[in-house]
């Protein structure tokens, strides 16, 4: 079959998905005789489709498991999606508004009915997509947070930290989420600059008339819940009004002035309004000087009655209409402008209100405590170990976990409530009957008596467990999945949650399996715009992943994200990456195409030898760079190094040092080596490049039921003798054909003009053994060995050999002196800087005895250069 003229994805993409399902080489299975090799997928949002942050980091999870598979592990990729409480229901409440049904007018069940049913429709959208990238996931281990089974593993482990003492309900200061209705936790707040206002208002001292305390504040709304104003003890402005009242400007109410150290004397007016029902600090106060807590807001964002006035409008209306009221009366001093900081929902956008608030909280010092031993001593690494910081800043000042949420979509908590109002937590309905009954002694409670707990854990309470769940191992803490492919082996994520899945991952497997759950994670950076922005639809600057699939293929897309994108640094977009991709793609293609075009001809010597011996070693190199670059997490280096060897060693040089002369045949023995060096190298692609190398592997030779280059042996380097001097005699040679090359551009001599060139060397069986080499890639008419320069030529240097290329024009002696002096001062800063590296005695002590010599080497190169340069320099 001819092969077509250009790579066209799209006729590839999907056949070759499909015979790997077909062949079921993504199943894994329990393999004694095979060592495990497991990811757990991140598992996207049910409300999620496919965007760039997603491709990268399935991308990379892709090329780790396919290379795995190559090595002959049984590798396990676990697919999933996570139920996203609070996203999913905002998308399921917006779905009923569109049909003209409040959440509040149906049932808890009517609801979670349309919720399951979105959920059916629409949840398992982002894992078809990725089919569409490539990701080899073992597609029959799909698992759903909210699957039967995962929920009973979510409150199994909730009954478990109860009973431990880890869990506890009181009232606490939480953020909460207005438009989300619900609590959440402090790594769901993203922080945003803005420009706020700070309204400075006025307070009437109580018993002096004209005299008021100015009270700087950025939420006048909030006056109504004020309690106290605090000034500090050391500020001589207020030292007489301590202990004295004010009254709140329009609600009139008292308030005492107190001191407390916590009020800065240096900012606003030095006078701070007490709210402790919402603002921590001021919550801090209140509890130090015994203040009751005044509450008027409403869990929508809207003021309830206890603040008086404004009740049942929206916190920002009642802060526009105050402001207003407070500017007629006379209250209002001044208003001014400052850069502040708005916390924010991570999943709604919203503003986030500090409310008081009874919920339910994990202890978290128990646990963290062992989670930060085993990323301090690396039997878990970061990658990179920079992130070791900022972890452990975490760990060390970490907080109790808020694990309630005011929703209805996710696992219910599974606390019952006694009609005295105290209550017990149990696994089912019927354990918790019998408990109440215990512990209350009153025996002829029946479970109509019990009110379990409206509120959901949060999601993070589910996805913790993920390593363990998706294995079952709740369920059976021994079967042969959670024995054999736990613990995982690399985790791949992105910072922004180290703390709050990554961490807690961590506590939960040292908890439950007294194992950590993964052994490395590899911490992506964030896909920004060349803005350096973070892509989002909200800024428009995002393309949609499937279009990019669609006109570059998913292997341009794959190796174009790729190449700028080493772990934990942010890869700033560019679409001629993906550009760069395809080419890359259309460059193999073309190169195959080349050799599947050649005759061979057995009746023709072996003629190629050196090229063919050069290639094995330079493979050879680049396998040993490629497994380190692997063994190092440096996924984008093993891309380029893989990238170079094909583009610029394969193509570049070998292809034209061994192709016949057109139309004629090859010699069979240079066609069996080069066909030889495609298959490795369609190996070293494919876990970057899988359906092309999968299309090319099957139209390179005939291939049996299941030989497939996606379950082909990952190459190891086979080194043949002497590779290293054949390497530098070959770089010599390579050097010598750049250098006419360089005389052709700079004369503006096209590539298909032959040329001479002159040699002037002590050593000319250094230059003869390459000689037909550099004639056919310099393409020269002659090569001539002289003692003095030719007269009208272009001169260049090679180590200490000199080779000029004569020309039919007047060369001008002081351009070319310009020329060979630039060239000896480039020469003397390289050997500068290598004298530089071989006088480090750290890099001496450390180096590898190769290294040292190749440095060494490079150093005598230099000096002779150098000679001969000076001594081209005095011809001249």
């Not at 807690?504 to 911490?523: C, D, H, S, T, W």
Request: charged content about 25%; overall charge negative; aromatic content about 10%.
């Amino acid at each position: 079959m001819s092969l077509a003229k250009t790579y066209s994805p799209a006729d590839v993409e999907a056949k070759w998905y499909q015979r790997w399902q077909e062949q079921g080489f993504f199943k894994a299975t329990v393999n004694p005789r095979k060592q495990p090799y497991t990811i757990v997928i991140p598992p996207p949002n049910v409300t999620g489709v496919l965007h760039m942050g997603h491709m990268l980091n399935n991308t990379i999870q892709d090329v780790l498991v396919r290379r795995a598979r190559m090595q002959g592990k049984e590798a396990c990729w676990v697919p999933g999606t996570d139920h996203a409480s609070i996203a999913t229901e905002a998308k399921v409440v917006a779905m009923l508004k569109e049909q003209g049904i409040e959440k509040k007018d149906i049932s808890r069940e009517q609801f979670l009915e349309h919720a399951f049913a979105w959920k059916d429709k629409y949840g398992g959208i982002i894992l078809e997509q990725l089919k569409q990238l490539g990701a080899s996931c073992d597609w029959s281990r799909t698992r759903f947070t909210m699957e039967p089974k995962l929920t009973e593993a979510v409150l199994r482990v909730f009954v478990d930290l109860y009973r431990k003492g880890l869990i506890y309900r009181g009232v606490r200061m939480v953020n909460w989420d207005p438009r989300g209705g619900t609590a959440i936790s402090d790594e769901e707040v993203i922080p945003k600059d803005t420009m706020a206002k700070m309204y400075h208002l006025r307070y009437e001292v109580v018993g002096q008339p004209g005299r008021f305390l100015t009270v700087a504040t950025s939420r006048p709304e909030t006056i109504m819940a004020d309690v106290a104003v605090a000034v500090n003890p050391t500020d001589p402005r207020y030292q007489d009004l301590a202990g004295q009242r004010v009254r709140i400007p329009l609600l009139g109410r008292e308030i005492p002035v107190i001191q407390d150290d916590y009020v800065a004397v240096d900012f606003g007016t030095g006078a701070l309004k007490v709210t402790p029902a919402h603002d921590l600090n001021d919550y801090e106060i209140g509890l130090r000087h015994n203040l009751p807590v005044l509450d008027i807001l409403a869990d929508d964002g809207t003021l309830n009655e206890k603040a008086e006035l404004y009740v049942g409008q929206d916190r920002f209306a009642a802060r526009r209409n105050i402001v207003a009221d407070l500017q007629e009366a006379g209250l209002l001093d001044k208003i001014e402008e400052y850069a502040s900081i708005v916390q924010t929902s991570e999943r709604t956008g919203a503003v986030i209100e500090p409310k008081l608030s009874l919920q339910w909280f994990l202890k978290m010092e128990h646990l963290a405590k062992p989670a930060l031993e085993v990323v301090e001593n690396d039997t878990i690494k970061l990658h990179p170990p920079k992130f070791k910081n900022t972890y452990r800043v975490w760990m060390e000042n970490v907080r109790d976990w808020c694990i309630s949420r005011q929703l209805w979509w996710g696992q219910r908590i599974p606390a019952y409530y006694l009609p005295d109002g105290s209550f017990v937590v149990a696994l089912t309905t019927e354990e918790a009957l019998g408990l109440a009954r215990e512990q209350s002694g009153n025996h002829d409670l029946q479970a109509s008596d019990l009110r379990q707990d409206e509120d959901v854990l949060d999601t993070w309470f589910s996805s913790w467990l993920w390593p363990i769940s998706v294995f079952d191992g709740f369920e059976d803490p021994d079967n042969a999945d959670i024995n054999y492919f736990y613990p995982t082996n690399d985790l791949v994520t992105g910072p922004d949650i180290l703390f709050f899945w990554i961490a807690r991952m961590i506590m939960a497997g040292l908890e439950f399996r007294k194992e950590i759950p993964f052994r490395n994670v590899y911490l992506t950076g964030i896909v920004r715009d060349a803005q350096g922005r973070k892509m989002s639809k909200q800024l428009g600057n995002s393309p949609d992943p499937l279009d990019l699939i669609r006109d570059f293929g998913a292997d341009g897309v794959r190796t174009g994200l790729l190449f700028s994108a080493p772990a934990g640094n942010d890869l700033l977009y560019d679409e001629k990456l993906i550009h760069q991709g395809r080419n890359f793609n259309n460059k193999l293609w073309n190169a195959f195409r080349l050799v599947k075009g050649w005759e061979a001809d057995s009746n023709l010597p072996f003629a190629n030898a050196q090229a063919v011996k050069w290639f094995e070693a330079k493979l050879a190199e680049a396998i040993v760079v490629i497994d380190e670059h692997f063994d190092k997490f440096r996924i984008s280096d093993a891309l380029l190094t893989v990238y170079k060897l094909v583009w610029d060693d394969f193509c570049s040089y070998y292809l034209e040092m061994v192709k016949p002369a057109y139309q004629h045949p090859i010699d069979a023995e240079t066609l069996r080596a080069t066909v030889g060096f495609l298959e490795t190298l369609l190996k070293l692609l494919h876990p970057f490049m899988p359906f092309i190398t999968e299309e090319l592997w099957h139209e390179l030779a005939e291939r049996g039921p299941k030989d497939y280059v996606c379950v082909a042996h990952w190459p190891k380097a086979t080194a043949p003798a002497d590779s290293a001097t054949t390497l530098a005699e070959m770089e010599r040679t390579l050097a010598i054909v750049a250098g006419v090359r360089n005389v052709r551009n700079q004369k503006n001599i096209g590539p298909t003009k032959q040329v001479d060139l002159a040699v002037k060397t002590d050593a000319p069986a250094e230059v003869q053994v390459y000689a037909s080499l550099i004639s056919k890639l310099a393409n020269l008419s002659d090569l001539s060995f002289v003692s003095e320069a030719p007269a009208s030529a272009v001169g260049f240097v090679q180590g200490s050999t000199e080779f000029f290329v004569p020309l039919d024009i007047q060369v001008d002696p002081a351009a070319e002196r310009a020329r060979v002096e630039k060239e000896l001062e480039y020469a003397k800063g390289f050997r500068d800087s290598v004298n530089k590296k071989l006088g480090n005695e750290k890099f001496v002590a450390n180096a590898k005895p190769d290294v040292l010599e190749r440095e060494r080497q490079k150093l005598a190169d230099a000096e002779s250069k150098i000679t001969a340069l000076e001594q081209a320099l005095g011809a001249l």
